[in-house]
T-cell receptor, first 119, second 112 residues
Framework: DADVTQTPRNRITKTGKRIMLECSQT?????MYWYRQDPGLGLRLIYY???????NKGEISDGYSVSRQAQAKFSLSLESAIPNQTALYFC??????????????????FGPGTRLTVL | AQSVTQLDSHVSVSEGTPVLLRCNYS??????LFWYVQHPNKGLQLLLK??????LVKGINGFEAEFKKSETSFHLTKPSAHMSDAAEYFC??????????FGDGTTLTVKP
């Protein structure tokens, strides 16, 4: 079974609709992330959460909200979808870096992605 | 602040020839550096990572990368390309605080 799962895998919706994308992980990691991928732009961070009570905005959070229901679950909502939110969305998890062992952050593990189309 | 620049948006090589994907980074501290690969319609998979140990890092599928602090580079190489290497590759810098910055990606094409 996959360690990081996302539902749905594909979604087509209309402008103005509320959409929720869900992410679950069995890796036991505290840290979870939501990214969107657009062609030629790499991945951009929408929101991230370092534990259930810690949620932070990323570089492109406008128009999105999140909920961390448990250590293993992190949901992304589009309150009122618009066409320029059409993209591939990825959830990721990571462990906390080990002090003294890693200078920077730890490896991220990605879900398979959700392809969202807003008409 | 941190940033990542992948110097080539597309690289094309023939099967059996060397691969070089270039990545420069900037950071105000000592970050971790990663290369991820994304095959068509798939998620991202870790190829290799540099944290704080040896500057030459070996990854999966014969890839390796060398961390050069003086040049702020972390280029990805492979001695001999295989058709299955065709994919998009991302260079990523991650701070100790856990925030990651992705490069825009390099699409590798492997010709038979």
């Amino acid at each position: 079974d996959a360690d990081v799962t996302q539902t749905p895998r594909n979604r087509i919706t209309k402008t103005g609709k509320r959409i929720m994308l869900e992410c679950s992980q069995t890796k036991g990691h505290d840290r979870m992330y939501w990214y969107r991928q657009d062609p030629g732009l790499g991945l951009r961070l929408i929101y991230y959460s370092f534990d259930v009570k810690d949620i932070n905005k990323g570089e492109i959070s406008d128009g999105y909200s999140v909920s961390r229901q448990a250590q293993a679950k992190f949901s992304l909502s589009l309150e009122s979808a618009i066409p320029n939110q059409t993209a591939l969305y990825f959830c990721a998890t990571s462990d906390r870096p080990v002090p003294g062992l890693a200078m920077g952050g730890d490896t991220q593990y990605f879900g398979p992605g959700t392809r969202l189309t807003v008409l | 602040a941190q940033s990542v620049t992948q110097l080539d948006s597309h690289v094309s090589v023939s099967e059996g020839t060397p691969v070089l994907l270039r990545c420069n980074y900037s950071s105000s501290y000592s970050p971790s550096l990663f290369w991820y690969v994304q095959h068509p319609n798939k998620g991202l998979q870790l190829l290799l990572k540099y944290t704080s140990a040896a500057t030459l890092v070996k990854g999966i599928n014969g890839f390796e990368a060398e961390f050069k602090k003086s040049e702020t580079s972390f280029h990805l190489t492979k001695p001999s390309a295989h058709m299955s290497d065709a994919a998009e590759y991302f260079c990523v810098v991650t701070s100790y605080a856990g925030k990651s910055t992705f490069g825009d990606g390099t699409t590798l094409t492997v010709k038979p």
